[in-house]
């Protein structure tokens, strides 16, 4: 079944710019499992990763990368207390509407 990641985090003000340029510049991942990658403008400074997977083991497969990719930018973002720096949240796809 399909299932999906959503990480809410928050940008340092002035590290913006280098965190719009990282994941434009970053490309497709090549993770087993993995379908597509959205970046969401949620508020000034705030974002929202949206990808989408084959399974939700793909998701458990691709963690260690996920983590790796965090741990490139990790130092632009604000910290959210006991989270850290991301809000993660995943789990299967149990409606859906598409065109």
């Known amino acids: 079944m399909t299932a999906m990641n959503i990480v809410h985090c928050r940008?340092?003000?002035e590290r913006e710019q280098d965190f719009l340029d990282w994941h434009r510049n970053r490309g497709a991942n090549e993770m087993t499992g993995f379908q597509?990658?959205?970046v969401v403008k949620t508020g000034d400074c705030e974002y929202t990763f949206v990808a989408r997977w084959?399974?939700?083991d793909a998701?458990?497969?691709a963690r260690p990368q996920m983590i790796?990719?965090?741990d490139q930018f990790r130092d632009m973002l604000?910290?959210?207390g006991e989270t850290g720096v991301t809000e993660p949240r995943s789990g299967e796809?149990?409606?859906e509407f598409t065109d």
Do not use: G, R, T
């Open 78 to 80: 604000e910290e959210f």
């Open 59 to 61: 998701i458990v497969a």
């Open 36 to 38: 597509s990658f959205s």
């Open 11 to 13: 940008v340092k003000p």
């Open 54 to 56: 084959d399974s939700m």
């Open 93 to 95: 796809v149990v409606v």
């Open 68 to 70: 790796a990719n965090l």
